[in-house]
Nanobody
Framework: QVQLVESGGGLVQAGGSLRLSCAAS????????MNWFRQAPRKDSEFVAS????????SYSDSVKGRFTISRDTAKNMVYLQMNSLKPEDTAVYYC????????????WGRGTQVTVSS
């Protein structure tokens, strides 16, 4: 059974930092791109960052570029999102996503972790 389990969310003051983790299990992800998305109340889901499992190529949304860093540990099957200089507008539920390069393969989602940034 494939699982993506997020952790590390919480309440932090503006300017603070959090590190989110995504534990991936149940299959090999070498042909996947691992993404972080977020959804704030009454807003659409928003892409945050991505990393290719095999090559480690990263991409970021403009809203987090320079403040957030995505990384992965292939030996531990973990994906991380280091979030620095947090702003109240970063408040959202953050979701880990595994997107296959082969679009006939399944796409996986975690259940999310809440991040709240107080001003």
């Amino acid at each position: 059974q494939v699982q993506l389990v997020e952790s590390g969310g919480g309440l932090v003051q503006a300017g603070g930092s959090l590190r989110l983790s995504c534990a991936a299990s149940g299959r090999t992800f070498s042909s996947y791109t691992m993404n972080w998305f977020r959804q704030a109340p009454r807003k659409d889901s928003e892409f945050v960052a991505s990393i290719t499992w095999s090559g480690g190529t990263t991409s970021y949304s403009d809203s987090v570029k320079g403040r957030f860093t995505i990384s992965r540990d292939t030996a531990k099957n973990m994906v991380y999102l280091q979030m620095n200089s947090l702003k109240p507008e970063d408040t959202a539920v953050y979701y880990c996503n595994a997107d296959p390069m082969n679009k006939f393969w399944p796409n996986y989602w975690g259940r999310g972790t809440q991040v709240t940034v107080s001003s």
